[in-house]
Every structure is written in C-alpha cells, then in structure tokens.
C-alpha cells in the first residue's frame, strides 16, 4: 500500500467520521461555543455602551463644573467689589463725620476765642474806664481845690470843645 495514493475505503470512512464529528459538534459544541461568543459580543458592546455613557456624564459634569466654577468666580467678583464700595461709603462717611466734628470743635474754639476777648476787652475796657476815672478824680480834686486854677480848667476845657 502506498501512502500517497488514495483507497476509495479510507476516504469513505474518512468522509464518514468527519460528517459525524460535524454533526456531533453541531449538536452538542457550536451552540454552546457560539452562545459563548454572543455573550461575549453583548458583554462587550455593553461595555463599550456603558464607557460612552460615562464620557458623555463625564463630559456634563465638566460641563456642571466650569459652570459652577464661572459662577462662583461671578460671586465671588460681585462680593469683592460690594466689599470695596462698602469700604468706599464707610471711609467717605467717617472722613465726613471726621470733617463736620473738626468745623464744628474749630467753630467752638473760635466762639470760646471770641468770646474771651471780647469779654478781656471788656475788662480792659473797665479797667482803663476806673483807671480814667480814678485819674480824673485825683486830677480834678487837684485842681479844683485852687479856684484859680479851676477857672483856668474851665476856660481850656471850653476852648477845646466846638460845637458842630
């Protein structure tokens, strides 16, 4: 027997064993192996579904986030800049106090001020008025006690007076 040609015997059971082993891996082998796949392909297709999924929450929650961060920069600018401006009408209002209390203490002093002279120039005023008079008496008792010389005072006192 040579190997190389081939019997008619040997390729019939040969085609024999081989339908049969088609036949049993079809009933018993395929099913199982192509559930197998086919789990296989929806276990992966879900997963690919759910990694789409999570990009896309992925991407709204960047989204959410850029979003919430512009608003608090928002808040965040609107506060500080209400803070200034407090800060402004705080400063403005106690420079204004500051000034009115100022006028009104340099108001006071220059009222005490005037007040004083005016009430030293009074004194001043009385003092010389009693120092005149005082000078008067003695001057006039002086004089008037020689009745030459009381003429003579008469005499220069009307000189000295003209009538308008």
Do not use: C, H, Y
Not at 35 to 44: L, P
Not at 52 to 58: I, L, T, Y
Not at 70 to 93: F, M, T
Not at 106 to 128: F, L, P, R, S, T
């Amino acid at each position: 027997m040579d190997l190389i040609t081939p019997e008619i015997g040997l390729f019939f059971w040969q085609t024999i064993v081989f339908l049969v082993l088609i036949f049993l891996m079809a009933k018993f082998a395929w099913k199982p192996i192509l559930g197998a796949v086919k789990n296989r392909e929806d276990s992966i297709n879900d997963a690919l579904a759910s990694a789409e999924n999570a990009r896309k929450e992925m991407q709204n929650l960047q989204a959410d986030n850029d979003k919430l961060l512009k608003q608090a920069r928002a808040e965040r600018d609107a506060i500080l800049k209400e803070a200034r401006e407090l800060k402004e009408k705080v400063v403005s209002e106690a420079t204004g106090e500051a000034q009115e209390k100022a006028d009104k203490i340099v108001a006071q002093a220059q009222a005490i001020i005037q007040n004083e002279k005016n009430a030293a120039m009074a004194d001043i005023k009385n003092q010389v008025a009693a120092l005149s008079i005082q000078i008067a008496e003695k001057v006039v008792r002086e004089e008037l006690s020689n009745k030459d010389r009381q003429q003579k005072l008469v005499e220069d006192m009307l000189a000295d007076v003209t009538l308008k």
